[in-house]
């Protein structure tokens, strides 16, 4: 992911890296469905120095293991966990004093903020041939704030997705239980109260 994130404005490099990524990601599924708790001790390994990139780590891991928990199919938890790992894909543009601030947000950082849905989106639409699982990828990364977060503004009222609800409660719960230079990191069944 790092390396994806490395070469974000190269579409042909970031392709060959999303074709290893769905390869691991399908082994993470893969192994979920054989031993399903396998993996669940990963999410509480926290890195704050790549936060973005442990983050979106963690959100996929729970995400499948949701997806998993739900029934989908092994193609669906694929897909989920590919639009898992993206998510947040767009915060890569931010600028790091947005994303590392210590305190409380001013209605700039905000603005910033709300401007990742939309980098995500456009990052990924520079940088793959769209197909179902793609269209996954670009629905979640632009919903998956819209439950908790009310961002971005739309001007539809239909339900999100159901990969960006998901991915919206493994967002939220990694998250919580990860330290941030503004708090300290909740136990996990204080975050699940969240």
């Not at 001790?41 to 996929?60: D, G, Q, R």
């Not at 493994?170 to 708090?183: L, M, Q």
């Amino acid at each position: 992911l790092q390396e994806y994130y490395q070469y974000i404005n190269d579409a042909s490099k970031c392709q060959a890296i999303a074709s290893r990524l769905q390869r691991a990601v399908q082994e993470i599924v893969n192994i979920c469905l054989k031993e399903p708790g396998r993996f669940k001790a990963l999410t509480t390994i926290k890195t704050p120095e790549e936060y973005l990139i442990s983050h979106s780590v963690n959100v996929t891991i729970l995400s499948v293991m949701l997806g998993l928990r739900l029934k989908l199919s092994k193609n669906a938890i694929g897909d989920l966990g590919m639009a898992a790992l993206f998510h947040d894909i767009g915060r890569t543009l931010l600028p790091r004093t947005v994303l590392n601030k210590v305190g409380a947000f001013v209605e700039a950082d905000i603005v910033e903020m709300r401007k990742a849905p939309y980098h995500s989106v456009n990052l990924m639409l520079g940088n793959i041939r769209i197909n179902e699982s793609h269209l996954a990828r670009l629905i979640v990364a632009f919903e998956y704030n819209l439950g908790h977060n009310k961002y971005p503004e739309i001007s539809w009222s239909r339900k999100p997705h159901l990969f960006s609800r998901i991915v919206a409660i493994a967002d939220v719960f990694d998250a919580t239980t990860t330290e941030r230079p503004w708090r300290p990191a909740y136990l996990p069944d204080e975050a699940l109260k969240i």
